[in-house]
């Protein structure tokens, strides 16, 4: 049977055809090349027929990252079901939410009292279940296996949930010829390497941890699935790895360059990848400095399209805090109010055009229609992001932050983002996060580091318009993060909740 190259699996066939004995995955318990893991995916492939799960089925996964994961990952897409994976901080009520909401043919988690529990309402495997199915030995990449389902490119290959940090999880619907570009229109820009050593410490139900494994199988190198709980051991582990490829997030650079203010030795490590968070520059500056012969590559994306702009490597030095170009064969605008492109220069709403878009969210038609929108001219689809910035006349694009992070304060137009970049530049401040007005309540301004509130507030009008600086600030140790590293601003407002 013939199958459509657009595939998101396709991926792997391509590269075990190309490098059999090539390293594909790693864990903290071993290694597979990309026959082993071929092997393994079509075996956990027939144990998915065998408990039921069969083309358009969704298979919620909860789970560490680990080699099992990847397989179960490549099985489901090989046999037509819609891969579903949480994260393991998800709350319980969130996950009742998307059980619910997926509905799933099967559950699969390394946690037993998840099982226990969900096993109420659906049917239920534990992860040792898919390494069983896997084996020790992977089987060989040409074994027999069950007859497969006619695939289309227009079917669905994953749902990925939001973190639902503000409401519940709702889920972006994502089909496989949406993804494989993707992956191809990223990796066009990265430029992944056959002798790369990709070093993922991310959750493999954030999309930016996800795609690094197709973007390793893309150009045949490998993955290392980091354990996310030895926070002391990260460096050490980055060069026991070998990693020469390292995507963070601004919480995972701040503790590398902890850890390198102390170690010193070299690493293989010749580029890092930002997105999910504006990374400060401040961090961008000191990662060149403590990693030498590192390029950093900022990047700007949305779930609902994984990828809006990508900078060249060290682009910031030219155009400091811009987050790139429109990938290869998409299109970025901003626009206003009334839905008009907006000239070079001018604040407003990014709107993205592209074979990136998603099919939009599951289940969710009147919240698909209101963001995926159809230009009334030429019938295009078009993301209304509903995040704000500028394009200069080549093109770059700049970040000002999402629809409630952009207010108006004192008559002055502002946004978290610039007063967090003013607020690190600060001698003495590590890190910081801004609350925007609400209700009867200022602007907040949250810090880390070793300065008084009074002193922080001082030095930022001296760097801000008087309207931008807020009049509370915060001395905290650390700032709340979510599972994927990001700033919680929900915990922020728990947190300024008990100030009121």
């Known amino acids: 049977m ?4 657009d595939l998101v699996d396709q991926l792997l066939a391509r590269a075990t055809s190309s490098h059999p004995e090539a390293p594909a995955v790693r864990d903290g318990q071993g290694r597979w090349t990309y026959a082993e893991l071929t092997g393994a995916s079509r075996a956990v492939a027939a144990w998915l027929l065998g408990c039921g799960v069969a083309a358009g089925d969704r298979v919620v996964v909860r789970a560490t990252p680990s080699r099992a994961l990847i397989a179960l990952l490549y099985g489901c897409l090989r046999i037509g079901a819609v891969f579903v994976p949480v994260n393991t901080a998800m709350r319980r009520y969130q996950l009742a939410h998307v059980l619910d909401d997926a509905a799933p043919e099967l559950f699969v988690s390394d946690d037993p009292e998840q099982l226990d529990w969900a096993s109420r309402t659906v049917a239920t495997r534990p992860l040792d279940a898919v390494r069983a199915a896997a084996g020790q030995e992977p089987p060989a990449a040409d074994r027999a296996e069950p007859a497969l389902p006619e695939r289309s490119a227009a079917d669905l290959a994953l749902l990925l949930y939001t973190s639902g940090s503000t409401a519940q999880p709702k889920a972006v619907a994502c089909p496989h010829a949406a993804v494989s570009f993707a992956v191809r229109a990223v990796a066009d820009r990265l430029g992944y390497r056959p002798d790369d050593v990709v070093f993922c410490r991310l959750p493999l139900s954030f999309d930016y941890g996800l795609y690094q494994v197709f973007l390793s199988a893309l150009a045949g190198c490998e993955v290392v699935l980091a354990d996310s709980g030895s926070d002391m051991r990260l460096l050490v582990d980055v060069r026991k790895a070998g990693a ?33 968070e504006h990374l400060p520059r401040h961090t961008v500056e000191q990662l060149r400095a403590r990693f030498p012969g590192a390029q950093v590559q900022l990047m700007f994306g949305t779930t609902e399209c994984k990828r809006i702009t990508i900078m060249e490597p060290d682009g910031d030095l030219a155009r400091p805090d811009s987050v790139g170009r429109a990938l290869a064969g998409t299109s970025v605008h901003v626009v206003g109010e009334d839905g008009v492109r907006l000239p070079p220069g001018q604040p407003g709403e990014i709107t993205v055009r592209g074979p990136h878009l998603m099919a939009g969210y599951w289940r969710a038609p009147e919240l698909t229609a209101r963001t995926f929108r159809s230009d009334p001219a030429s019938g295009e689809r078009v993301l209304h992001t509903g995040d704000f910035g500028h394009l200069d006349a080549q093109g770059y694009l700049y970040f000002s932050g999402r629809r409630d992070q952009v207010f108006k304060r004192r008559g002055t137009r502002t946004s978290v983002l610039e007063i967090e970049s003013a607020a690190r530049v600060l001698t003495g401040v590590r890190d910081a996060a801004v609350l925007p007005p609400s209700g009867h309540r200022d602007a907040v301004l949250y810090i880390v580091g070793d300065t008084t509130a009074e002193e922080a507030l001082t030095g930022l009008g001296e760097l801000l318009d008087p309207g931008k600086v807020p009049t509370i600030c915060r001395v905290v140790e650390a700032l709340p993060l979510t599972a994927n590293g990001k700033v919680s601003r929900q915990l922020l407002q728990e947190w300024e909740s008990e100030h009121s």
Not at 2 to 5: A, D, K, R
């Open 2 to 5: 013939s199958l459509p190259e």
């Open 244 to 276: 020469s490829v390292v995507p963070i997030v601004p919480s995972l650079g701040g503790m590398l360059l902890t850890l390198a203010t102390r170690d010193s030795a070299p690493t293989r490590v010749r580029l890092f990848t930002n997105t999910g």
